[in-house]
């Protein structure tokens, strides 16, 4: 990662979910600049994970539009063994246990420097998120609800300015396969003990569903 110099009064934002699994970047970022602020958005790891599926799938679709490939297996047989027990190691869910990477950053990091963005949250109520974001950053507070509409086709809020209304891609956003509810019990039940670790960590209890 190479980041672009900023002026004074500016600031640089770069973004890349890939920066929080990877072993070596708190260092490698700490070593860039030991003052840097962090943001760490998380969703509930259960739909994270099925968002994560989602994107795979969507990736592989396109990698090979015109080779017949297999049909797709479904997320629930990628995350649960035939006798019912959890595939942890199937990497959506692994990304989930956010508490075994969070630790890697805060032996490297301050967690005043940390700022912990409810992605859920983000979705439903984007102002009040990007309001944090704005006080966490030290910026003037210019972001309200005028910057943002709820697009019905979409599904999302999207932005707003004078000259222009603007969606995220359509790669953002896209739709969830249903997921089987007891299979969504199953690993949200999986996850409680991950989650109370991460809760510690961060010193804030998200209040994830634990069924
Ligand atoms: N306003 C708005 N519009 C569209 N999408 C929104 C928005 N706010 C948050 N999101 C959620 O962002 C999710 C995609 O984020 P990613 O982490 O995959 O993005 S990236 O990898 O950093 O590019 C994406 O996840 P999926 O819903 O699973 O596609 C969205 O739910």
């Known amino acids: 990662m190479q980041m672009p110099h900023s ?10 979910p890939s920066y929080f699994v990877t072993p070596e970047v708190p260092e490698r970022i700490r070593a860039m600049n030991a003052s840097v602020k962090l943001l760490l958005i998380v969703r509930e790891p259960v739909t994270r994970a099925i968002s994560d599926y989602t994107q795979l799938r969507a990736n592989a679709a396109t990698a090979s539009p ?10 629930e047989s990628l995350s649960l063994f035939p006798n019912g027990s959890i595939n942890e190691a199937y990497r959506p869910l692994a990304i989930s246990v956010y508490h075994n990477y969070l630790h890697r950053w805060l032996e490297v990091f301050p967690r005043e420097q940390i700022l912990v963005v409810n992605g859920d949250l983000l979705i439903e109520d984007p102002v009040s998120q990007i309001q944090k974001i704005e006080r966490f950053l030290g910026l003037e507070p210019r972001i309200g609800t005028h910057n943002f509409y709820f697009n019905e086709t979409k599904g999302f809020y999207c932005l ?3 000259t222009s209304d603007r969606c995220l891609r359509e790669t953002k956003g896209r739709k969830h396969p249903r997921v089987d ?20 960590l961060i010193g804030e209890d998200l ?3 634990e069924e």
């Open 207 to 209: 209040g994830w569903p």
């Open 160 to 162: 707003r300015n004078e």
């Open 66 to 75: 015109t080779i017949a490939t297999p049909p797709p297996k479904s997320f």
């Open 7 to 16: 002026y004074h009064g500016q600031i640089t934002i770069e973004k890349s």
């Open 181 to 200: 509810p007891d299979v969504i019990s199953k690993l949200r039940r999986y996850f409680g003990e991950h989650n109370q670790k991460f809760y510690e």
